[in-house]
């Protein structure tokens, strides 16, 4: 039977102190005890429902850790204040100094410069490789190798990773598997595919509105558990937690999360397909050019497209600018980086997002001057959209009809 997440998210019904519709947010640092041999205890383990101290566990952040936990068909979910948090805090609780990690080469800019820059001021060092070349990956693995992460979907170019591959090799050298599943959300579930660990940035896709920054973390019970043990978990006392009142509005925006990536999903399928018929390179996964197509259609949980990011190759760094702010000038979307947002957000990854990674490497991995990313939007007519699209490649020289 094929796994649906978002009727996952569905079944949860959740009531608020005062029957309310949402469940009601936590709006304390700290709570009561009614004695001290209970504050003891619950310093010494957890206990179901009672609660400390907000960095440790508040009831509103539980309320949206256990939807998420639902959502990638996980024991249990730990959020964060950011992606970045959510991503170094995992590494830190599984590696050690003089321990190693084998990364995507092609993984989220702030991802890279932490395992690049970050990561070996406290002995942890990484390598990089191409995810799609299995022999490159087990020769970069070692007895101190530790961790074995990628994307899901690759920033910027999106190649998908085929997670039930990693997962063998992990388990054949006793390491773990991280997948960042931040371009994915519902269509792809890592975990259920032989992942560890799950993490997400929430400031995109899940939450919807670009108006925060969150993160998160899903794997076993007995994972999360560590993250936030009092003594020891990088949760705990590295401080990465997410406010409850944003929590509560990330719960609210998670049960329209269904209907807003089928609905990007469609709009960039539409624009990709536009892209391509005008001869252009482009990178997205429901092309039938893609290399991966076939792989997203098997793996995949049907009904949710192939994603919300499109890449365009508009060759040259100056021409990619002029495009970019002619689409803005005409009110196609924003430039802007991030994305998941109801409005389009375009930008070039080589001078943003992934500008961490030095330019030769950026040319090995196919990252070029000129590509554009696309988080596109929730258009309501997306054929106008590309009609607008279509008259700012003419005029910048990229479409076919430009010659003529
Ligand atoms: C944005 C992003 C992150 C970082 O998340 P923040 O919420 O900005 O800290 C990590 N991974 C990917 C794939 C992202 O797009």
């Not at 002995?123 to 693995?141: C, L």
Request: charge should be negative; charged fraction near 20%; proline fraction near 4%.
């Amino acid at each position: 039977m094929t796994f649906d997440p978002a009727k996952r998210i569905q079944d949860v019904l959740l009531f608020g102190e005062f029957g309310g519709v949402n469940p009601s947010i936590t709006d304390s640092s700290t709570y009561t005890f009614m004695s001290t041999e209970k504050m003891e205890e619950l310093f010494d383990h957890e206990i179901e429902g009672c609660f400390l101290y907000s960095r440790h566990w508040n009831k509103t952040n539980k309320y949206l850790s256990d939807v998420l936990a639902r959502m990638e068909d996980a024991e249990a979910a730990q959020v964060t204040a950011s992606g970045m948090a959510a991503i170094s805090s995992t590494l830190i609780q599984l590696c050690s100094a003089g321990d190693e990690i084998v990364s995507s080469r092609t993984v989220y800019g702030g991802t890279y410069a932490l395992m690049k820059n970050l990561l070996p001021r406290m002995g942890i060092t990484t390598r990089f490789v191409d995810m799609q070349n299995e022999a490159a990956i087990r020769a970069a693995i070692t007895p101190r190798t530790r961790v074995l992460y990628c994307e899901s979907m690759s920033n910027p170019l999106l190649e998908v990773s085929d997670i039930p591959a990693l997962s063998r090799i992990a388990r054949e050298f006793g390491i773990r598997l991280i997948v960042d599943n931040t371009f994915s959300p519902l269509i792809l579930s890592p975990l259920r595919l032989g992942a560890d660990v799950v993490v997400h940035s929430m400031t995109k896709f899940i939450n919807g509105t670009s108006d925060c920054v969150a993160g998160c973390i899903i794997s076993s019970q007995e994972f999360i558990a560590s993250l936030s043990d009092i003594n020891s978990g990088p949760c705990m006392l590295f401080g990465p937690v997410l406010d409850s009142l944003r929590a509560a509005s990330l719960l609210k925006n998670l049960h329209s999360l269904h209907i807003r990536m089928s609905q990007h999903s469609k709009n960039a399928l539409y624009l990709a397909q536009f892209l391509e018929q005008e001869g252009l390179p482009v990178h997205y996964p429901g092309l039938e050019s893609h290399p991966q197509h076939q792989w997203m259609t098997t793996h995949w949980n049907p009904g949710f497209g192939y994603g919300g990011i499109v890449a365009l190759d508009a060759g040259e760094s100056a021409v990619a600018a002029k495009l970019m702010a002619l689409m803005q000038e005409r009110k196609v979307g924003y430039l802007a980086v991030s994305l998941g947002y109801f409005k389009t957000l375009f930008s070039a990854p080589a001078h943003s997002t992934s500008s961490e990674i030095p330019e030769d490497e950026l040319a090995s991995i196919g990252i070029s001057d000129g590509l554009i990313r696309f988080s596109v939007g929730l258009d309501r007519d997306i054929e106008q959209t590309c009609g607008i699209i279509r008259d700012c490649l003419a005029e910048v020289g990229l479409s076919a009809n430009a010659a003529a």
